[in-house]
């Protein structure tokens, strides 16, 4: 069974750097065909893809956020890193990690959701 | 970007009753659609992925249709805990996106 738990600050600065760790425990991590997605919720709001990334280092990004997000990706320590610049108040939401198997296209592990909140 | 609409945005049912939620893609999406539970304060969990399989350890009352732009979700005998909120994502685009969801709640 696939676990994810996502860690970082709850609370952000405006303008500052939104940054969010994914940790995996999963076998298949270095596999390369599993991915990973960031996807968040604003509260009362419906959940919104952020991007993917493969444990060999590929990405896709929402074309909405794509110009202040960055995934990356850690073997070694079985972690998948999201950083949001130039946040605002509206980048406030739970922020959650979801694994997706290989040739698949559905996410069917998630981490509990780390709330973060944009405010000075 | 593809659009996704739900119907209807909230419903009542009583433990029992059979339910119905509708999700459509502004778009033909093939069989690209997925189905997510979420209860409050908690992580979505998948119920049904390209639109008709039953995820491994999803009880049986729940079953999807549909392809191309109109799906459905289906509850056979709603239990108890069934009441939650379900959303519709489609996978066919590289963008994924999400339906704005449907709570179901007691009568």
């Known amino acids: 069974q696939v676990q994810l738990q996502e860690s970082g600050p709850g609370l952000v600065r405006p303008s500052q750097t939104l940054s969010l760790i994914c940790t995996v425990s999963?076998?298949?991590?270095?596999?390369?065909?599993?991915?990973w997605s960031w996807i968040r919720q604003p509260a009362g709001e419906r959940l919104e893809w952020i991007g993917r990334?493969?444990?060999?280092?590929?990405?896709n990004y929402n074309p909405s956020l794509k110009s202040r997000v960055t995934l990356s990706v850690d073997t070694s320590k079985k972690q998948v890193s999201l950083s949001l610049i130039s946040v605002t108040a509206a980048d406030t939401a739970v922020y959650y990690c979801?694994?997706?198997?290989?040739?698949?296209?559905?996410?069917?592990?998630w981490g509990q959701g780390r709330l973060v909140t944009v405010s000075s | 970007d593809i659009q996704m609409t739900q119907s209807p945005s909230s419903l009542s049912a009583s433990v029992g009753d059979r339910v119905t939620i509708t999700c459509r893609a502004s778009?033909?999406?093939?069989?690209?659609l997925n189905w997510y539970q979420q209860k409050p304060g908690k992580a979505p969990k998948l119920l049904i992925y390209?639109?008709?399989a039953l995820q491994r350890g999803v009880p049986s009352r729940f079953s999807g249709s549909g392809v191309g732009t109109d799906f459905t979700l289906s509850i056979s005998s709603l239990q108890a805990e069934d009441f939650a909120t379900y959303y519709c994502?489609?996978?066919?685009?590289?963008?994924?996106?999400f339906g704005p969801g449907t709570k179901v709640d007691l009568k």
């Open positions: 990334i493969y444990s060999g280092g590929d990405t």
């Open positions: 778009q033909d999406i093939k069989s690209y």
């Open positions: 390209a639109a008709v």
């Open positions: 994502q489609q996978s066919f685009d590289n963008v994924m996106t």
């Open positions: 979801a694994q997706s198997r290989a040739g698949t296209r559905f996410f069917d592990s």
């Open positions: 999963s076998n298949s991590f270095s596999s390369g065909s599993d991915y």
